[in-house]
Nanobody
């Protein structure tokens, strides 16, 4: 499985961005796609996840109510709509995939290359 993330950029606080992650290769029945982020000098932080089979979602507390994760089975693509962005959302965002419904980075075996999101105040 290979993952390709895109959609990052520079936006003012309060603005919106939409990230996409395209999956190449097989998506197994109970596979999970997730987004993590990592700011300079900080640990990788869980953002959101979605289960491919059921569409079940889960969000980190810091983004709940502002970010929405979705999937397109036909395009094998997962999107992260980010609204009401804050400067503290600035980070490199990574998409990941694996078989475990988990908010821990170590549980994901496949990772994309990351896309930079910068929110100016």
């Amino acid at each position: 499985v290979q993952l390709q993330a895109s959609g990052g950029g520079l936006v003012q606080a309060g603005g919106s961005l939409r990230l996409s992650c395209t999956v190449s290769g097989p998506i197994y029945t109970n596979y999970i796609s997730a987004w993590f982020r990592q700011a300079p000098g900080k640990e990788r932080e869980f953002v959101s996840l979605i289960r491919w089979s059921s569409g079940s979602t889960y969000y980190g507390d810091s983004v709940k109510g502002r970010f929405t994760i979705s999937k397109d089975n036909a395009k094998k693509m997962v999107a992260l709509q980010m609204n009401s962005l804050k400067p503290e959302d600035t980070a490199v965002y990574f998409c990941a995939a694996g078989p475990t419904f988990s908010n821990l980075a170590r549980d994901y075996e496949n990772w994309g290359q990351g896309t930079q999101v910068t929110v100016s105040s």
